[in-house]
């Protein structure tokens, strides 16, 4: 008897015991749910907080400036000088007609501002191939000046013109003998052009091999090869006369396979270059893949893979060099 008593406690104790483990397991649950409610609603207590101090520090700017209004736009390019004009406006929330005088600096140089409609406004030329800094706006009333800090960069060159960049994809190998190094490239060159809000002509399309920096070979890339209506295993098509363009508003891509050997000799460094030409007679040239050898045959590797398309160069219809990135800045 008093054995059968104790295994009913036993069990009893058991059907217990796995009860308690559901009933904790599921606080347990409950628990972490409030842990997960909570955190939650800190999260977004937190993101109004800062939306509501984003917003304060925003209207008490406002409050604190002179102005009401600000627009500032990049406009026509002139070739042949090499500049742009600034359009800039300004609206401040007072001032005198026929007394207050408005100033803008511009890369540490003031511009007066002319009163049109309630508003001070300005054009100034540029060089296209520099940054612009607007600086200030200062409202002059005889001894009296009010200053108001603007600090806006522009890239004219970026924003105006096109950008180009590309890259090649594949294989390669190489082999040294008798003082030269046969550079076997097999893959797919891609070049792309960028608009940047700008329609572009685009006129040719090139792959330049370029031997200690004087050009050796030339390619064409005909303008029907683009990512829209290749063909991988199409034999490559008669490159359209430059006066036949492609337009393009936005970006496009072009491609072209290569299947090459490429002689360098000892010491020299052979570069691929993707070059596009636009309407306005400018190439728009940016490095794909280069290889240098040394004096004794061996490849030297200069550690800037994911750097080349940084290297550009824009020339124009003469082959004058208008614009450059400097390598040794990102060296």
Request: proline letters at 4%.
């Amino acid at each position: 008897m008093k054995k059968r008593l104790s295994t009913v406690v036993t069990v009893l104790a058991l059907v217990i015991a796995v009860i308690s483990q559901f009933r904790i397991s599921a606080l347990q649950d409950e628990i972490r749910q409030l842990e997960n409610h909570l955190n939650s609603s800190i999260s977004i207590i937190q993101t109004n907080q800062s939306t509501a101090i984003s917003y304060m520090e925003q209207l008490m700017e406002q409050e604190a400036s002179i102005l009401t209004h600000t627009v500032f736009d990049l406009g026509e390019m002139e070739l042949t000088d090499k500049t742009f004009v600034l359009r800039g406006s300004v609206t401040p929330k007072e001032h005198q007609p026929g007394v207050t005088e408005a100033f803008l600096t511009v890369n540490g140089e003031a511009y007066a501002m002319e009163l049109m409609n309630g508003a001070y406004t300005v054009r100034v030329d540029l060089p296209l191939f520099e940054e612009v800094r607007v600086d200030k706006v200062e409202f002059r009333e005889g001894n009296t000046i009010r200053t108001e800090l603007l600090e806006e960069q522009r890239s004219p060159r970026y924003e105006l013109l096109p950008r180009v960049n590309g890259r090649f994809g594949g294989s390669g190998s190489g082999s040294a003998a008798n003082g030269i190094f046969t550079w076997c490239r097999e893959g797919e060159v891609s070049i792309s052009v960028e608009g940047k809000g700008q329609v572009v002509d685009v006129r040719s399309v090139s792959l330049i091999e370029e031997l200690d920096g004087v050009e050796v070979g030339r390619t064409e890339i005909p303008l029907t090869n683009t990512e829209s209506g290749r063909g991988y295993n199409a034999e490559p098509e008669p490159a359209p006369h430059p006066s036949s363009g492609f337009r393009i508003n936005g970006s496009e891509t072009f491609y072209y396979p290569l299947d090459r050997e490429f002689k360098i000799p000892f010491g020299s460094t052979l570069e691929l270059l993707a070059e596009v030409e636009d309407g306005n007679g400018l190439c728009y040239r940016a490095v794909l893949d280069h290889w240098t050898v040394s004096e004794s045959g061996e490849n030297v590797d200069d550690n800037l893979w994911g750097l080349r398309n940084l290297f550009e160069q824009i020339l124009d219809a003469d082959g004058n060099i208008l614009y450059e990135v400097n390598e040794e800045d990102y060296r």
